[in-house]
């Protein structure tokens, strides 16, 4: 198990943030600040992923030793359907870890 120092990590946004307007996805735009959306990286890894698209940080998520960030690394792109599976799987676990009884 690897214990993280929530102050040494940062939210990374998997559909950028503040994405180029040549490289806005219209489906992505409305729901970029969502949880599925969202990963846990190390600052300077956080630094190197910016604002390049999907297929330019899938390096930086492999290498991740958060699950839930090197998961992504095996998807071949970032698009609305891979972010409602993703939320689904989010979903589950949540679930599993928290009583909504």
């Not at 690897?2 to 409305?30: C, G, Q, W």
Request: glycine content about 4%.
């Amino acid at each position: 198990m690897h214990v993280f120092d929530i102050a040494s990590t940062t939210l990374e946004h998997v559909y950028p943030s503040n994405a180029p307007a040549s490289k806005r996805d219209p489906k992505m735009e409305p729901i970029k600040h969502h949880l599925a959306n969202l990963t846990i990286m190390a600052e300077n890894d956080n630094l190197a992923a910016g604002n390049q698209p999907f297929s330019k940080k899938k390096s930086e998520y492999a290498k991740s030793s958060v699950g839930l960030t090197c998961d992504l690394a095996s998807l071949s792109a970032w698009t609305d359907s891979e972010f409602g599976g993703r939320e689904t799987a989010l979903i589950k676990m949540a679930s599993k870890v928290f009583s909504f009884d």
